[in-house]
């Protein structure tokens, strides 16, 4: 009979030290500025039940590395902050008449 892995926490980290929390947030000390150099994101296509197609793609407002506080593997950590760009195809009897 095989043996159940044991499962982890899932507030703490597999190996090392716990990352600190600041008032529920992450603390992540000291931190610098990013920009994106390269940009490679897809087209995220629902199609739903009506026949509308939702287009989707993410877009990344701003990024931070923290200068002082890692993971427990050593990388340290990044703070995103993102949007979500929404484009519909509706079908035309769904359309209201307009004058």
């Known amino acids: 009979m095989a043996k159940k892995?044991?499962?982890k926490s899932a507030?703490?980290?597999a190996v090392g030290?716990?990352?600190p929390l600041q008032?529920?947030?992450l603390d992540m000390g000291r931190k610098i500025a990013l920009t994106v150099k390269k940009?490679?994101?897809e087209e995220i296509v629902y199609t739903l039940s009506d026949g509308t197609k939702l287009k989707l793609k993410p877009i990344l407002v701003s990024i931070e590395r923290s200068l002082n506080v890692f993971t427990p593997?050593?990388?340290p950590l990044y703070q995103i902050q993102t949007g979500i760009f929404m484009?519909?195809?509706v079908p035309k009897k769904l359309?209201?008449?307009t004058p």
């Open 39 to 41: 940009q490679s994101a």
């Open 17 to 19: 030290m716990p990352i």
């Open 11 to 13: 507030t703490a980290p």
């Open 5 to 7: 892995a044991k499962r």
């Open 95 to 97: 359309k209201k008449k």
């Open 73 to 75: 593997v050593g990388d």
């Open 23 to 25: 008032a529920g947030l």
């Open 87 to 89: 484009q519909t195809e």
